[in-house]
């Protein structure tokens, strides 16, 4: 302890006057982390999860209040004419937020949402009435007259709460269990009782929720006859403690964690009858050792789909489900050598009919299927992906979708919006204008879309269009003008340069910002931001930078980013470059952007520093330990130290099992190659982590303190998977700066 001690009081030395020179700056367009981590955030007024009403007439958000940006309230506004206007006050109704159960917090934690306030919301299905959860209990707010209800008020939180399709019904799981409230006269029946201890009713899954992209665990039926509800039984799961570390004191938490190659909990899934009250079990299939991976109505909600995945992810095959008796029958099935990629692409038409996509071409496209499994024709095709599924006019059989296309081939820095038909096969055509990056939400009957636009001197703005991409009104514009939180710094933001690399004969993209004054003539520090791993979109693109890359070129770096194989949504051989070896392609590929960078003559090769959080941890670890990156220094942020720490779903998809795939593991357990440091490091991990957990730093510090290699260590109270708060995230960023300026920066020993 004493030697800890010791440098954290040199840290705080070393702190001191880099501290002092930031509060001296005089110049007010230099940004600095005080005014990145403070209120109103610099992004402006930008709207939150964003959503047409069923009927395309109100349009509803979530706003940052003025006053406290970690707070929401739920905002609402006319398609037509009229001003925006705040439907919940969360401060108004719950002045006194308290604590959130320990299951809500690590649902939250799993949908990654770090704000309190109104987090989430829901639309019944004829669009009278949006649902909102609020800080454990439950509110309903009706359109006609903008009066809200609580209809909530306990000791326990309610956590995913829904309206029923027609609106009639709200029902919430609390204390394990499923409970439905009759809106027409309050009254609460619990649809099941015996949910407690290691069985949970109606809630995802953790491995559902960290990582199949599924954060519910009942769907209502239509008519509103049936729910669909999964039973958890978690009692084959794997005993972990966790130590849960905060300011106050420590406890021990015996986390049920599913390993990689270890158990995973049992889930179930049953039909509830609202009409005659029985329940009936569905027919998964004699094998238990699945995944539940998602569920979905027919429009007539006479039968249910059930996507069920193999336990090894090879095979996804689509159930056809009676919702009367529970049997089922296999109608579809997608296969792969590596493995299954799972999507909310799958919609089903009044006809009978649903669409589904399938990577199966090797990019991800959009078919149309009949009721009994049959592929009447492609939707889509080219060599570029779809991303996303995002709406349907069935009455004009146009299909809308996401992807990042340009002339029938893919441009991963850009997003748009297309449309293409159900009829037949043609090329897709643009609904927004290229050059940035679009997201939308498309109204049930795909007459009207949100459109989220952004690009590099464009902060995300949200508007109302037309099916056609007419212009309608904006819900959030977020000018750039002199009333804009960011515009006092503008004047000195860097618009980045992109540019590709070959590798393995795939096209890597990157970008690159250089500080403000910039003069080629002068060599620089770069810092390289990464993330590097599978299953997120890519970081390189045309869209409005973070504030936190403004407070490196601030601080004299230039920023470089590189969108290695196996990270982004692209082709199906691009992503599974990394299968059963992650840990390698990435690094190569890194290593071939350092090798570009030592090619630019304002680019100082002795130094280059990384920088990454999770995966991007795990990867700059992987970098500071190859010794063709050459790094001199490298921040970790929570990273997987050893993969067959980490859990089965995310693991097992690229990596197989610890048992069938020794050689994999072994070479990505970064402990092995710490005696191959190139540089300084800085290890950051939040104490109360239940995703990454915090093995996997102890790991590394036990490893390098064995061997006598000093580090840099800063660790977090009471975080889990990432640091929140303006407070936290401003000593944070202090810190990074800090230690950049003493190894690579000013005060770094190379720049003398």
Partial sequence: MPNNLLASSLFLAALSPFTAVMAQTVDPAILTPERVFANPSLAGPVARGVSLSPDGELVAFLRSRQDDVDVLDLWAAPTGDGEPFKLIDARALVPDAGELSEAEKARRERMRISQRGVVEYSWDEQGRYILAPLEGDIFLASREG????????????EIDAKVSPRGNFVSFVRDQDLVVLDLNGDQETAVTTDGDGLITWATAEFIAQEEMDRDTGYWWSPDERYIALQRT????????????????????????????????????????????????????????????????????????????????????????????????????????????ALTNDFRALNNGDFIWSSEESGWRHLYLYNREGRRLRAITRGDWPVKSLDGVNQATGEVFFTASMRDGREEPIEQQLFRASLRRTTVPVAVTPEGGWWSASVNKTGTAFVGNYTDLSTPTQSGLYRADGTFVRWIEENRLDADHPMY??????????????????????WQMTTPPGFDPSKTYPVVMQVYGGPGVGGGVRKSWQPATSQLLTEAGYIVFRLDNRGEGDRSAAFKQALYLKMGQPEITDQVLAADYLRTLPFVDDDRIAAMGWSYGGFMTLHMLTEPEMGLASAISGAPVTDWSLYDTHYTERYMSTPQANAEGYAASDVVDHLDKLTGRLLLLH????????????????????????????????GQRHGVRGNERQLQQWRTYLDFLDRTVGSRSPAAD
């Fill in 233 to 340: 039984d978690e009692s084959t799961v794997d005993i972990i403690p966790r130590l849960d570390i905060t300011g106050g004191g420590a406890r021990v938490i015996e986390q049920r964690y599913p390993r990689a190659g270890r158990p995973n909990a049992v889930v179930e899934l049953y039909v509830h009858d609202r009409q005659s009250g029985g329940r009936t079990k569905v027919d998964l299939g004699e094998n238990t050792d699945i995944y539940l991976a998602r569920v979905n109505w027919s429009a007539d909600g006479r039968t249910m789909y059930v996507q069920r995945q193999s336990r090894d992810q090879k095979t996804l095959d689509l159930l056809s489900v009676d919702p009367a008796t529970g049997v089922s029958r296999v109608i579809s099935t997608q296969r792969s050598d590596a493995w299954v």
């Fill in 488 to 509: 006092p710094y503008v004047s000195r933001r860097q618009t980045p340069t992109f540019g590709t690399l070959e590798s393995e004969g795939e096209t890597l993209v």
């Fill in 146 to 157: 903008g009066v809200v209800r609580r209809l909530t008020e306990t000791v326990a939180d």
């Fill in 686 to 717: 939040g104490m109360a982590d239940d995703n990454v957990i915090f093995e996997n730093a102890t790991r590394v510090i036990d490893a390098l303190q064995s061997r006598s290699v000093p580090f840099e260590m800063m660790l977090y109270p």
